[in-house]
């Protein structure tokens, strides 16, 4: 079985799509197989990993509003051992759309269930759009851990607490086992606030607070535009050390809670 990691957060730009490609990036290096899977119509993560949204012609929507199946959509990177499913303006669509369909909550779990999938890779990334819609609600469902990165500012902690209240209905309804943990991204410590607000998060949700932060670092956004992660690009970045200390905590986490694949 393949341990299915979620990245969402109902507010926008707090670092979804950068902790994707930059936990996938790390996670390939520890020697394991990652499948990346963009749930977003931005397709920010599809372009991160190297691949022209506009050009994709089968996206993740697919399996949402023509019911195909998952499997047939994958695309290698240029990054061996991560492989991505893109996704396109048609996500918009399927925002819309799935709704409509009858068990529409658990298309992605049954499709991640699959043996071409759950035997070939050791870890699912999911990179959720920026509010809790029916894509995201099929994320939570999908899967074992949420990573929710948030910045440590005043206006992210009402999004922290819709999301942990979102855990908490999908855990009474579609999965039980969903476990989460915060993630501060964009961290400044010069800024008298992130340093307070992040003592402050510490306080209040000590026990789901990742001790690895993610510091600004412009060359995250440069390997963006390069098209790999970080880790990669730039491997002696803060960024790079962060986003490796970020798997190294979330390998351990998911041996302690035996999330792991045998
Ligand atoms: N640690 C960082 N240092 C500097 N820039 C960063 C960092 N993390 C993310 N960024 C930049 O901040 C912007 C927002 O990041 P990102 O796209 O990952 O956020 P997001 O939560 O996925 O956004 P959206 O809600 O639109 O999907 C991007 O331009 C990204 O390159
Ligand atoms: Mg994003």
């Known amino acids: ?11 926008g730009g707090v670092a979804k799509t950068t902790t994707a490609v930059g936990l996938s990036g790390a996670l390939v290096q520890e020697g394991y197989d990652v499948l990346a899977i963009d749930l977003d119509a931005q397709a ?3 372009i991160a990993l190297g691949i022209n949204p ?15 199946k998952l499997a ?8 061996p051992g991560l492989d991505l499913v893109p996704a396109n303006k048609e996500m918009e669509l399927s925002e819309r759309f799935v709704p409509l369909r009858q068990n529409h909550e658990v298309l992605l779990r049954q499709q991640l269930s699959v043996s071409e999938i759950s035997s070939v890779y050791d870890f699912i990334i999911l990179d959720c759009p920026p509010y809790l819609g029916a894509i995201t609600t099929n994320a939570l469902v999908a899967a074992h851990l949420l990573i929710i990165p948030t910045q440590a500012e005043y ?3 009402n999004a922290l607490k819709n999301m942990i209240a979102q855990v908490k209905t999908i855990r009474q309804s579609f999965n039980p086992a969903l476990t989460y943990r915060i993630l501060i991204t964009l961290r400044d410590l010069r800024n008298r606030v ?13 026990n789901g607070l990742l001790s690895t932060s993610i510091d600004l670092d412009t060359k995250l956004r440069e390997s963006s535009i390069a098209g790999m992660p970080v880790t990669y690009c730039y491997p002696k970045s803060r ?8 798997a190294m905590e979330i390998l351990e986490y998911v041996r302690q809670k035996n999330l792991i694949p045998a």
């Open 44 to 46: 920010n993560l599809t």
């Open 1 to 11: 079985m393949s341990t299915v990691i979620a990245i969402a957060n109902q507010k």
């Open 239 to 246: 960024g790079a050390l962060q986003y490796r200390s970020l």
């Open 194 to 206: 992130h340093r307070t607000m992040s003592e402050q998060l510490l306080s209040t949700f000590a």
């Open 155 to 157: 206006f992210s902690l």
């Open 72 to 79: 047939s959509l994958i695309q290698n990177t240029n990054l």
């Open 54 to 68: 506009s050009q994709v012609r089968r996206s993740v929507a697919d399996i949402f509003v023509n019911a195909e």
